[in-house]
């Protein structure tokens, strides 16, 4: 029996099926859950989708009301997890990526857990994972899923169209050297099952808020640093920057790629400071310039070779200067 027929016999078994994925939700996270979520009803199955905390603004053409949120019902989460008998675990490698709360409640679960998953260095946590850094999001591990327990029959819009979300959002529109020849193979099965993907693009880019062009105006035009030495954008903003232009959040998601289309650069950094800490997003071109490793030695983060995360506890001020510091040993 291979892995993905597996885990179908695992979903038939369950009673109880509960969908995780990561703390601050993006495109993959949610697309990966929603499409697993509407596969298993198409199984004849039911399951909850519970999530630490809420999708973005520009994800809000999206139905998630299958998703019950540890930040607002936090009981109610607490007892789905206590409740399931098997949990999915998506669009993540380690327990902590879940956020404090939902962390102990996984970590406390003695039921299957299956990991589904494309990032690197995966914790050893679940009882079956398929996890496969060089698939381009997790959402397109989805489509494997459900090809490859013999039910691409089953493929309709509804499971697809969150699905091709996961995949656009984590390429960067396929621009990212993480798209295959894979990649384009399961988008054309989304499209043959009826995925209108003009819409998705017109919903996931046709979205802006006056506040939100106005903030990324005023980061583009105030706020732009460029080393060129090393041929490095960074943008950072502070938390009164980003109240006075009344952020939401995911509105500086697209800030790092803006960066990344100028001419010459080779990265990309912008750190916004939200919840008393710094949130750094990184985004590079290229083999040779893994954000990945900038990320995991000195931000406390990690990600994939040109897209990754972390954080620090420092001012705004100190986490430029520290920047600056460690950039000419890696570009």
Not at 184 to 204: D, P, T
Not at 219 to 247: G, P, Q, R, T
Not at 277 to 295: D, H, Q, W
């Amino acid at each position: 029996m291979n892995i993905y027929k597996q885990i179908e016999t695992e979903i038939q078994a369950a009673s109880h099926i509960v969908i995780t994925a990561h703390k601050s939700a993006d495109g993959d996270s949610i697309g990966s859950s929603l499409g697993l979520f509407h596969f298993i009803e198409k199984l004849g199955k039911k399951a909850v989708v519970c999530h630490p905390d809420k999708a973005p603004n520009f994800l809000s053409w999206l139905d998630t009301t299958a998703i019950i949120l540890m930040s607002e019902a936090p009981e109610e989460v607490t007892a789905q997890m206590k409740k399931a008998d098997l949990i999915f675990c998506l669009d993540y490698n380690g327990t902590n990526r879940l956020g404090s709360d939902m962390q102990v409640l996984l970590e406390e679960a003695t039921c299957k857990k299956i990991m589904i998953d494309h990032h690197l260095n995966p914790e050893d946590f679940p009882t079956i994972a398929i996890s496969e850094t060089t698939a381009s999001s997790t959402s397109q591990l989805i489509v494997d899923l459900i090809e490859k327990s013999g039910h691409l029959d089953l493929l309709d819009a509804k499971i697809g169209t969150p699905l091709y979300l996961g995949i656009l959002t984590d390429t960067g529109s396929f621009r990212f050297n993480s798209v295959k020849p894979r990649t384009h193979e399961v988008l054309a099965k989304l499209l043959a099952a009826g995925v209108e993907h003009h819409l998705i693009h017109e919903r996931l880019n046709d979205t802006n808020t006056e506040s939100r062009l106005r903030l990324q105006g005023y980061a583009m035009s105030e706020k732009l640093e460029i080393l060129y030495d090393y041929n490095v954008a960074i943008i950072s903003l502070s938390k009164e920057e980003l109240a006075k232009y009344n952020y939401q959040k995911g509105d500086t998601d697209s800030l790092a790629n803006l960066l990344l289309s100028i001419k010459g650069m080779k990265a990309a950094i912008v750190f916004t400071e939200r919840d008393g800490i710094m949130k750094i997003s990184f985004r590079s071109k290229g083999t040779e310039n893994p954000v990945n490793v900038l990320a995991k030695e000195h931000f406390d983060g990690g990600g994939h070779t040109n897209a990754a995360g972390g954080m620090s506890n420092l001012t705004v001020v100190e986490t430029l200067e520290k920047l600056r510091e460690v950039i000419p040993l890696f570009f």
